[in-house]
């Protein structure tokens, strides 16, 4: 049996499958002036805020995300 392996970014919901190794990249999201990486030290209230402002100052919207 040839041996499979699914690379995924951080945010996909399967973990596992039988017969499959999995490995994850972070994803990461770039705006001009910053980097936010999903990984264990993201802050998720810190960068709610920061996409608030960053479109809000950009005279820009962006549908769909907000703090839960």
Known sequence: MRKIRIVSDSSSDILTLEHVD???SP???VTADR???DNAALNVDEMA?????YYAEKGGMLVGFEKI
């Not at 805020?49 to 402002?53: I, K, M, V, W």
């Open 22 to 24: 999995f490995a994850f």
């Open 27 to 29: 994803m990461k999201i």
């Open 35 to 37: 980097e936010i990486v």
């Open 49 to 53: 805020d920061y996409f608030n402002g």
